[in-house]
C-alpha cells in the first residue's frame, strides 16, 4: 500500500514547515532576523499507463494516463531578505540599514560575516564591535575623551575629541551586497556568511550601487508578520493532520483485506 | 462461482490506486502550484461463457479497471508573500523551465537568483525568457515584473529603469495532456507544443500560488474509498460463506 508512505512523506514535510515556522516565531523580537519559509514540490510520478501511447493500429492514442505521485519534498527554506521595521532606541551605536546590504563583521576565525544586526557596541579598545565582540569592518577606532558619535546617512563616522568644535571624522562604514541574498547562509548570532549560491560581496558605501542608507539610534525589528506565521501554522498542523488519515485509511484497508481470511 | 471474486477483487485494486492518488494530493497540500490529480475509472465488460448450453443467453460480466489519472488544472488560491521574487500566473498559463531534461513548465512561482544572477526555480533550473534565460547584474536592486512578464530594475544609481528581460509565459491548446515531471514541473508530450499564452494571463508579483488540492474533498473521497473498499470486503466475504457451506453441504452424504 503506496499510499502509507506517501502520507508520511506528507507528515515528514509538514513537521519540517512547523519547525520553520516556529524559528520564525522564535525569532519574531531578534533584530535583524529575516524570516524564512518553507517551499515544497511533489516527488517523482510512476507512470503506470504512459499518456500517447498508441492503443490500435489505427493510431488512437491514449488521452491521459495513470501517472501515481510519490508524495512531497522540501525544497529548499529560503529566507526573505525583505525591509524589517525600523525601532527607534536612541542609542548612538544603534544603527539599522534601511534598504539593501549588510554590515561586514570579522570573525574569530578571520573569515568575514554579514549582519543586518545593528545594535554595535565599544570594545576596551574603543573598537566598534557586535554584541558578541566581534570587529565591524573596515575597523573603527573611537578615541577615548571623545562624545557625540554621529553616524550619518552614508556611514561617515564622527566624533567630538575633548573640547573640540568641529567634529573629528574616524572613518566611513561600509556595506555589502550580494546578487542572491536568499542564497547567504545563516551561522546563528544574526550572521549570515558568503556561499556560491549568494556570489561574490559587492562592497560599496550605503547609499551608493543601490545600497540602503544607514539610520543612527534605530534599530531593524525582524521581518516576521504574526498574523501570517500563525495562518501558516495552522495550515500546516491541519495538513499534518489529514495525512495522519491517509495513513489511517490505508490502515484501515489493509485491515479489511486481512480480515478477510478467517 | 469465482466469477463474484474476481469481479471485488478488480474494484479493490482500484480503489487502492485512487487511495494512493488521494494520498499524493493531501501530501502536497502545502505545495506550491501544485495541481490535484483525480481518477477516472471504466467498466470493462467481459463476454460470458457461451451461451449455447444454457436456456437463453449468458449475461456478461462488468469489471472495474482504472483508465486514467486526470490533471485538476483550475486555478489555486493565491498567497500575498511581498516578496519580489515570487510571481502567481492569472490564467491559464505556465512558465518556461530550462532542465536538464529539456524544456518544462511550471505554474510553481517562488524563484530565486543565482550566483551568476540568473533567475531560477527552487531546484536551480533556469527560468526562460522569450530571448533566453533573464541575467541580473550585481548592482540591480528593486526588480519588478509586470503583468506581461517584463522585468525591470534599477541599476546601480540610475534613476531609469532597464529592462531584463520578459518571462516567456506559454499556454496549451491542451493543457490536460501534459504530463506531471515531479518538482512541480509538466512536460509536454509529443505533439503538444507551446503557444504565447492568452492575453488574458498575465503574472501577479510578490504573490504565489498555492495547491489547489480542495481538502474537504480529498477528505470526503478518501472516507468513500475506505467505506466501498469494507463493503466489497463484505461482499467477498459473503460470497466466500456461501461457498463454504455450500461445499460443506454438498459434502453432507445422506446415510
Excluded: C
Aim: no cysteine; glycine share 8%.
Amino acid at each position: 500500500m503506496r499510499a502509507l508512505y506517501t502520507a508520511a512523506t506528507g507528515m515528514a514535510a509538514q513537521e519540517l514547515n512547523v519547525q520553520v515556522i516556529s524559528n520564525n516565531i522564535a525569532n519574531m523580537r531578534t533584530t535583524g532576523y529575516k524570516r524564512q519559509r518553507a517551499d515544497f514540490q511533489d516527488l517523482l510520478y510512476e507512470h503506470v499507463r504512459r499518456v500517447g501511447t498508441q492503443t490500435s493500429d489505427q493510431g488512437n492514442i491514449l488521452p491521459a494516463g495513470i501517472d501515481l505521485g510519490g508524495g512531497v519534498k522540501t525544497v529548499a527554506t529560503p529566507r526573505m531578505m525583505s525591509q524589517g521595521t525600523l525601532s527607534p532606541t536612541g542609542n548612538e551605536l544603534d544603527v539599522a540599514i534601511r534598504g539593501d546590504g549588510f554590515f561586514r563583521v570579522l570573525l574569530p576565525d578571520s573569515r568575514t560575516a554579514y549582519t543586518r544586526d545593528g545594535s554595535f557596541q565599544m570594545d576596551a579598545q574603543g573598537r566598534i564591535v557586535t554584541a558578541q565582540g566581534y570587529v565591524l569592518q573596515p575597523g573603527i577606532t573611537i578615541p577615548q575623551n571623545s562624545h557625540n558619535i554621529t553616524i550619518n546617512a552614508q556611514g561617515q563616522v564622527s566624533v567630538i575629541v575633548n573640547n573640540d568644535t568641529t567634529p573629528t571624522q574616524l572613518g566611513q562604514i561600509d556595506l555589502a551586497n550580494f546578487i542572491d541574498k536568499a542564497g547567504l547562509q545563516a551561522i546563528g548570532d544574526n550572521l549570515f556568511i558568503e556561499t556560491p549560491a549568494s556570489g561574490p560581496p559587492q562592497v560599496a558605501f550605503p547609499q551608493a550601487d543601490g545600497l540602503g542608507d544607514l539610520q543612527q539610534g534605530n534599530l531593524e525589528q525582524a521581518n516576521v508578520e504574526a498574523v501570517t506565521q500563525i495562518s501558516d501554522l495552522i495550515a500546516a498542523q491541519r495538513a499534518y493532520e489529514m495525512n495522519s488519515k491517509v495513513i489511517t485509511a490505508a490502515d484501515q484497508m489493509l485491515q479489511t483485506t486481512s480480515n478477510l481470511t478467517r | 462461482m469465482e466469477n463474484a471474486l474476481l469481479i471485488g477483487l478488480s474494484r479493490q485494486v482500484v480503489l487502492q490506486r485512487e487511495l494512493e492518488v488521494i494520498a499524493n494530493n493531501i501530501a502536497n497540500l502545502n505545495t506550491n502550484g501544485f495541481k490535484a490529480d483525480g481518477s477516472v475509472f471504466q467498466e470493462y465488460l467481459m463476454p460470458g461463457a457461451r451461451s449455447d448450453r444454457f436456456i437463453g443467453a449468458d449475461r456478461r460480466m462488468s469489471f472495474v479497471l482504472d483508465r486514467a489519472t486526470w490533471h485538476n488544472l483550475s486555478q489555486g488560491p493565491i498567497q500575498n508573500t511581498g516578496n519580489p521574487l515570487d510571481v502567481a500566473i492569472d490564467g491559464n498559463a505556465f512558465l518556461a523551465v530550462q532542465t536538464p531534461q529539456g524544456e518544462r513548465y511550471t505554474r510553481n512561482g517562488a524563484l530565486q537568483i543565482n550566483a551568476q544572477g540568473q533567475l531560477v526555480t527552487s531546484e536551480g533550473y533556469q527560468v526562460l525568457g522569450e530571448s533566453g534565460p533573464i541575467v541580473f547584474q550585481q548592482t540591480d536592486h528593486d526588480i519588478s515584473i509586470s503583468r506581461e512578464g517584463t522585468v525591470t530594475v534599477k541599476e546601480a544609481n540610475n534613476v531609469a529603469e532597464a529592462q531584463r528581460g520578459k518571462l516567456r509565459i506559454v499556454g496549451f491548446p491542451q493543457p490536460e495532456r501534459l504530463v506531471k515531471d515531479a518538482t512541480s514541473l509538466f512536460a509536454a508530450p509529443a505533439g503538444l507544443a507551446p503557444q504565447p499564452a492568452a492575453a488574458s494571463a498575465g503574472i501577479i508579483q510578490g504573490a504565489i500560488e498555492k495547491s489547489n488540492v480542495s481538502a474537504v474533498s480529498e477528505m470526503t473521497r478518501m472516507i468513500e474509498v475506505t467505506r466501498t473498499y469494507t463493503a466489497v470486503s463484505g461482499m467477498l466475504q459473503a460470497q466466500s460463506d456461501l461457498r463454504r457451506t455450500a461445499i460443506q453441504q454438498l459434502a453432507d452424504v445422506p446415510t
